[in-house]
């Protein structure tokens, strides 16, 4: 067994803390990886304190991994000692379920192992993530890093990033496209530079007007303020496809108003509360409201090179994890642009 340095939630209600545990080591078929960066994702908070209902404690949280390849099984071929890895937000599946075969394996019908607060597939041996020193994670969910990227503004790829490449490529964002996203932070400033990329005008939809100048430093054409209900007015009928990135309550039919005919408003968020929808806002111009989730792994391969083509990583501020407490509060003030990122030597001893 691996002796493991971490920082973990020992419950809901009590700050993230150092703690120790042990890894497997490595079988035939699994990647080590000497973790060097951790992005903070939103959902880390949530589970940590439980907002979600069914956190497993102690809880070390983490998706968001870059690091070097420390080990290797003797079955794994496409990774070698000293290359830079990632891991996302699953670490096993199935593999064998329609899902699974059709590489949506975050869609597992026997549920995919999540990197943390979940189980691997033995469904007895808990996840820890990546506030840790290092991780076990089986060669076929293990990501390669594209040379050239910044390894601490990639973490945030590995679920900012696949979150909102998904959704873009499902609704096929192509040159000429007009693209609204909505929210400006850890998700939505991944979206503009994701969608500008791919050759869409975007425009970024906020009620944070003070970020105006941000949403076209990072891509964006336009800059609109949710707070002005004339935007409702101005946008309305413009754009192709929406990427609504807001976690808290707010009117989807005034978003999906400012949708063409056959336009497509796809939700990243998670608003505590179910929010209403009039069916006349879908039905008036066959408008469609889905809703998307990370990505499976060939996915996510995808997009790390898509990121490496176009030189495209997330906006960091990088801390140490003593500072994790206190990033947490940040990120519920929106104090960050626009995403914390752990550098794993401060867990070193």
């Not at 069914?54 to 870059?66: A, D, K, L, T």
């Not at 000692?81 to 019908?109: K, L, N, W, Y």
């Not at 998700?187 to 970024?204: D, Q, R």
């Not at 990370?294 to 140490?320: N, R």
Request: with cysteine; aromatic share 6%.
């Amino acid at each position: 067994m691996l002796k493991t340095n971490a920082y973990a939630a020992p419950t809901a209600g009590t700050p993230l803390a150092p703690y120790s545990f042990e890894r497997r080591e490595p079988g035939p078929e699994d990647v080590l990886i000497d973790i060097l960066y951790c992005g903070v994702c939103h959902s880390d908070i949530h589970q940590a304190r439980d907002e979600w209902g069914g956190s497993i404690f102690p809880m070390v949280p983490g998706h968001e991994i870059v690091g070097r390849v420390a080990a290797v099984g003797s079955k794994v071929t496409r990774f070698a000692v000293g290359d830079i890895a990632g891991v996302g937000c699953m670490v096993d599946s199935c593999r064998t379920c329609h899902p699974c075969r059709d590489d949506h394996e975050q869609f597992c019908e026997k549920g995919a192992a999540w990197t943390y607060n979940g189980t691997e597939m033995d469904r007895r041996t808990p996840t820890f993530g990546g506030y840790s020193t290092r991780i076990v994670v089986a060669e076929r969910f293990t990501l390669k890093v594209p040379a050239g990227l910044d390894l601490a503004a990639a973490a945030p790829l590995l679920c900012a990033g696949i979150t909102t490449y998904s959704p873009l490529r499902q609704w096929q964002c192509s040159p000429g496209d007009r693209v609204g996203v909505v929210g400006l932070g850890g998700l939505g400033h991944m979206a503009v530079k994701l969608a500008a990329s791919m050759g869409a005008e975007v425009t970024v939809l906020s009620t944070s007007a003070a970020k105006g100048a941000d949403a076209l430093r990072l891509g964006a054409h336009a800059f609109e303020s949710t707070r002005d209900q004339a935007t409702f007015k101005k946008v309305a009928g413009r754009l192709d496809l929406i990427i609504d990135t807001i976690s808290a309550p707010h009117d989807y039919n005034a978003y999906l108003g400012l949708l063409r005919v056959r336009g497509a408003m796809v939700l990243l968020g998670v608003p505590p509360q179910p929010t209403p929808v009039a069916a006349f806002m879908l039905i008036s111009g066959n408008r469609r409201l889905a809703g998307s989730l990370i990505g499976g792994i060939a996915e996510t391969q995808e997009m790390l090179d898509h990121c490496a083509k176009h030189g495209i990583v997330s906006d960091i501020e990088v801390i140490p994890i003593q500072q994790i407490n206190e990033a947490y509060e940040r990120m519920i003030r929106g104090d960050v642009r626009y995403r914390f990122v752990i550098d794993i030597a401060s867990l070193a001893g």
